[in-house]
């Protein structure tokens, strides 16, 4: 078939769109010509030196949310974008190469919304074929491909309150369901939420961790998890990159709150302990680095590049006891991880790929695009600089250290680990893993056509 053919069917299938959208009642301009949906506002967080602030700024990519098994989300809208005279489909095609590549480091979901396309704003064939060519063309790319037919389906596999949906997707949705009023399952009800198990280590606060276990700072999955990777895994390649079974991630986070011994030997995959912990990061009620930080944080890009290392300690002065003794632990092994670059390619702006959006997130929706950069930054310079950025909090970073926080390698720790010297009494460790040393991380898509 050739090209001009199939640039008739896809005219085909467009304007069959649009009679379907115009039969449902879709608002239309009051103009002859097919509608194409006005742009979202500009992201209050964009910056105009954004190296595609041109296309960003019509919202036609959004970071959504995280799916059921912590993949980060990423939503395309074509009812976002402008008339191709008022749009560079080549730099579109740039922008998302661009996107994507901000979390190459690990896994993500794609959610395509369809509705809005039309004759007006479609990107050519030639433009599909390019798009085609730089994104996985093998069989298995279609097996990753789910088709949705309402919104409410998404429920299912995303955490769908943190979506940023459209209005014009979410009233076609509406209008699509009054349509077929009668032929749609009854809406499943939502149990009432239980409280946790006393044992319970995935979704509940630190507070609630160290009231259930004797007064520990470092949760249990933490301490078990690090302990683990320490001993085993800090020269894998890859590490904290690669993916794990959900099956096996969910076993495992199961037999966790139920208190049961977990032997990570067991299940022979290094990659499984690294993925447990960033499960635990993310499942958290909050963040670690708390909601109140979020907007100091966006901030860093901002500061003169010689002060951002004390700009995050003042940052960091401001945290709660229990999330700077956690967080120093933490950083103080991805510090670990980072000096071992050379065999395990992960150096701390790797690490800070993976980990910047587990450890802070905004208390309503998800982070935006524009807010990846400061982020990961932050992160950045928490795991490079650990023993600077951790030093000069006085009794607070050696009571981190007194339950576990682990030094640097190779390097003498500041006040933020001097106290180290003495183990935490309740420090244990896991079923088949040795105490740590004192002192001493596929493309996946969702698309549907809506």
């Not at 310079?381 to 030094?407: H, T």
Request: charged residues 25%.
């Amino acid at each position: 078939m050739s090209g001009l053919d199939l640039e008739e069917l896809a005219e085909i299938e467009l304007q069959r769109d649009e009679e379907e959208a115009a039969a449902l009642g879709a608002a239309r301009r009051p103009s002859a010509a097919p509608s194409v949906a006005p742009p979202a506002g500009p992201d209050p967080e964009l910056s105009t030196n954004h190296p595609f602030y041109d296309v960003a700024r019509h919202g036609i990519l959004q970071v959504a949310g995280e799916d059921r098994f912590g993949r980060r989300v990423i939503t395309f809208c074509c009812c976002r974008m402008p008339p191709s005279h008022e749009l560079n489909h080549r730099r579109l095609l740039e922008y998302l190469k661009y996107t994507l590549d901000q979390y190459v480091e690990s896994d993500y979901t794609i959610v395509y919304f369809h509705y809005g396309l039309s004759s007006q704003n479609k990107p050519s064939l030639r433009w599909l074929q390019s798009a085609y060519k730089e994104f996985d063309r093998s069989h298995k790319f279609g097996k990753k491909v789910t088709y949705f037919n309402y919104l409410s389906e998404l429920r299912e596999h995303l955490k769908y309150d943190q979506l940023s949906i459209p209005q014009e997707v979410l009233r076609y949705d509406e209008e699509l369901r009054n349509l077929h009023a009668g032929r749609l399952p009854p809406p499943t009800k939502t149990p009432p939420p239980r409280p946790p198990l006393p044992t319970q280590q995935f979704g509940v606060s630190l507070q609630y961790l160290k009231d259930k276990n004797q007064g520990e700072l470092i949760p249990p999955v933490l301490r078990y998890t690090v302990t683990y990777l320490r001993e085993k895994g800090l020269h894998t390649e890859g590490l904290f990159r690669r993916s794990a079974s959900v099956q096996t991630v969910r076993e495992i986070q199961r037999l966790y709150n139920q208190g049961k011994p977990v032997n990570f030997d067991d299940y022979g995959d290094i990659h499984l302990p690294a993925v447990i912990l960033k499960t635990f990061l993310r499942e958290l009620p909050q963040p670690l680095l708390t909601f109140e930080a979020y907007e100091q944080i966006l901030e860093i890009t901002s500061v003169e590049s010689s002060l951002r290392v004390t700009c995050c300690r003042q940052i960091l002065q401001n945290l709660p006891e229990h999330n700077y003794a956690v967080l120093s632990y933490l950083m103080g092994f991805l510090h670990e991880v980072s000096q071992e670059s050379i065999s395990n390619k992960m150096n701390s702006s790797n690490l800070a790929c993976v980990f910047g959006l587990n450890l802070i997130w905004p208390s309503q929706g998800a982070s935006s695009l524009s807010a990846l950069v400061p982020l990961n930054l932050f992160t950045e310079l928490l795991i490079e600089y650990y023993e600077k950025v951790f030093s000069g909090r006085g009794e607070r970073g050696a009571e981190a250290s007194e339950q576990g926080a682990p030094g640097a390698r190779g390097s003498v720790p500041n006040e933020g680990a001097a106290a180290g010297d003495r183990p935490a009494s309740g420090d244990r460790p896991a079923s088949g893993l040795a105490r740590p040393p004192l002192p001493p991380r596929p493309l996946t898509t969702a698309w549907r056509l809506l």
